[in-house]
Nanobody, 127 residues
Framework: VQLQASGGGLVQAGGSLRLSCAAS????????MAWFRQAPGKEREFVAA????????YYADSVRGRFTISRDNAQNTVYLQMNSLKPEDTAVYYC?????????????????????WGQGTQVTVSS
């Protein structure tokens, strides 16, 4: 599956952005999806994940209550709505995909759990 992330940009603290990740190549609805981010000099970290149906969602503690992950299987797209943005949210955001199932549910927060990755989109939050 090929992934294309978009929607990043520069925003002031307290503002909002919505990231999109368009998928192509295989049956999108078979895949669980996730967002990760990587700040300069830091390791890539888990942000949020969603099951193929959208019924199950997971969030990092640092974004829970501010970010919302969702998906539209008819449009082969997953979204990350980011509200109340903080300077520490500044990073390159990546979308990732893996086949949904019990293995994904155990490993959904791990970088190593995802074989498919998009190219990343930069989010910069100014103070």
């Amino acid at each position: 599956v090929q992934l294309q992330a978009s929607g990043g940009g520069l925003v002031q603290a307290g503002g909002s952005l919505r990231l999109s990740c368009a998928a192509s190549g295989r049956t999108f609805s078979s895949y669980a999806m996730a967002w990760f981010r990587q700040a300069p000099g830091k390791e890539r970290e888990f942000v949020a994940a969603i099951s193929w149906s959208g019924f199950s969602t997971y969030y990092a503690d640092s974004v829970r209550g501010r970010f919302t992950i969702s998906r539209d299987n008819a449009q082969n797209t997953v979204y990350l709505q980011m509200n109340s943005l903080k300077p520490e949210d500044t990073a390159v955001y990546y979308c990732a995909a893996d086949l949904d199932g019990s293995s994904w549910r155990r490993r959904h927060q791990l970088v190593s759990g995802y074989p498919y990755w998009g190219q990343g989109t930069q989010v910069t939050v100014s103070s």
